[in-house]
């Protein structure tokens, strides 16, 4: 009896276990954790066999005087909690670098040439075959060697065991695992398998464990590591990493098609998981992934601070928000970019025609009526955003105002300020950005299980009305020069007449010290109504309220930095470093 293996545990495999959980404790759900122990699970389950038919066989060994004693079909209990504390390990490093990833926006559709619509990625059926027959040909020469049963038994018993499994998730995920960055793929296999390899070198020169010699070739990586070991580590992680790649890949097909699959449940169950994963590729909506890709670049380009805090929602909410962020840049820059004020309102005109034919309440031809309208009306490049943007899952008011918040913005064309008072200001404010948080929270609604009331949710969406406000409220004061460009001022012309100024004055110097002064004003109220407001975010569900905080507090940042005497200016704007922005992240979700 002895400690040398648990040793092993509390030096090299408990601590990196302890340093991933609080890394990534804030950012996990209840779909981390049900991955997370599926993986873990499956893991134990598959590997016991394999071991126990190792140490009977007497390829590998443990001395007595390392281990305390305890076995589970002859395997050391020591040892069957590094299957466990492995996959643990492996799959806390994969989410946390692949959590900044949004996923589905790497689906590929497949079409054949004998498609309708002719042939659309057909490389990638290729790809699966050479990866199945690379596969099966490692599988075959790993039998071979055990029936050989010689130096080469163990590297075969290795292979046939655990590239089976590869071979399995290639067929099911092949695409997503070549579609995503190295960041999703190789580093989490590589960083735990080098550092797996450094402990093995250490275990082995100790003695802790043991391969017996006539069934390893004799190879070493480095002095202290044998081929195998180095071999059986990078397979043992490719496996783990594939299987949530696999996993993410069923989650990201049900987030990205809903027409598929329109019942699923939070946890999806293996069974939903299985279905999505079987479902072909040509079978996927080519213009729903496209309208996910543009709607990622859209977010990156216009608003980094909403970029980071989307990571942190799960796939479904993740995309919903997207698309939903989709529809409101588009319909803004419409109307923005427009060369008068004539075409702006056209503009705005065919967006509500839209909204009438997408809440039509029949179905059949009206819908088709809107795909006809959207793609014989609208620019090639905004269309997607219109098609997708999820109606079945917000209520028309709220984008009805938003267009009303665009009209609002025209009156400056006939050289009279729209906002005359603070409570014009208000109302400004909610159409343009206190119903875009009431939409995120009715997407929160629809996407997760609440037990509140209706009045009580009712409750919510108004005090997230407000929060929309006082990020407007944060917006415009950061944006006072650039609005001067476009010949808009935003500042009540009574806040205006009380520092003896014109709204003529600001655009002709939109830097003076009582602009400064308005600025501050501005900030003030912003963040009085934050401070009203941001309780009623904890009410929602648990899964979408830390994500929403992040969200806020990111772009709250930008008034803090407003506040701040030399604050960075970029393009006329004051900035948020990115090292800041992921403090403020970080720090908000540790406050759950």
Known sequence: ????????????????????????????????????????TVAVISTIPWDSYLIRNQIWSYPSHVIIGHTLCDIPLEE?????????????????????????????????????????????????????????????????????????TYTGLIIVWAVPFLLFLWTLAYQFILGLPLTNTVLPIMLPTLYLWIVDTLALKRGTWVINDGTKLGIHLWVGLDIEEALFFFLTNAVIVCGQLAFDNALSILAAFPDLFPQ???????????????????????????GLQEAVTR???????????????????????????SFCRVADDLVDDASSSTEAKSWIAKMQHFLELAYNPEDGADDAAMKKFVTETFPAGTQTALLHLPVSKLSR????????GFEMDMDFESGTSPIRTEADLDVYAHRVAGTVAHMCIELIFSDYNTTLAPQDQQTVVEAGDRMGIALQCVNIAR?????????????????????????????????????????????????????????????????????????????????????????????????????????????????R
Do not use: C
């Open 80 to 152: 069957v909690f590094f299957f466990f504390i492995q996959t643990y390990n492996t799959s806390l490093l994969y989410l946390i670098l692949s959590r900044p990833t949004f996923q589905p926006r790497f689906l590929r559709a497949v079409r054949s040439s004998s498609h309708p619509k002719g042939a659309i990625n057909p490389q990638w059926r290729y790809y699966r075959v050479i990866g199945q027959v690379a596969l099966v040909a490692i599988t075959a020469w790993g039998w071979h060697m055990v029936r050989d049963a010689r130096l080469a």
């Open 299 to 325: 977010l990156r380009k216009k608003s980094r601070s909403f970029y980071l805090a989307s990571s942190v929602f799960q796939t479904q909410i993740r995309t919903d928000l997207l698309l939903l962020y």
């Open 264 to 290: 699923r449940a939070p946890l999806p169950s293996p069974a939903l998981l299985m279905r999505a994963l079987l479902t072909p590729a040509s079978r996927y909506d080519e213009l729903r992934i496209v």
């Open 479 to 591: 944006d006072i020069a650039v609005d001067t460009k476009m010949n808009r001022v935003y500042i009540p012309d009574t806040w205006l007449a009380e520092a003896n100024l014109t709204a003529a004055d600001v655009l002709k110097d939109p830097s003076g010290p009582m602009v400064e002064k308005l600025r501050t004003r501005l900030l003030d109220k912003a963040f009085s109504l934050h401070r009203g407001a941001k309780d009623a975010i904890e009410r929602l569900p648990v899964e979408a309220s830390g994500p929403l905080r992040v969200a806020v507090e990111s772009y709250m940042e930008i008034g803090r930095v407003l506040r701040q005497e030399g604050y960075i200016v970029k393009a006329g704007r004051a900035t948020v470093p990115k090292s800041r922005r992921l403090r403020v992240a970080w720090n908000t979700l540790r406050e």
């Open 397 to 404: 008011e709220p984008l009805e105002d938003l267009l009303r």
């Open 1 to 40: 009896m002895g400690f040398d293996y648990a040793l092993v545990h509390l030096k090299y495999t408990i601590p990196p276990a302890v340093v991933l959980t609080a890394l990534y404790r804030p950012l996990l759900t209840k779909l981390d954790a049900y991955k997370i122990g599926f993986l873990v």
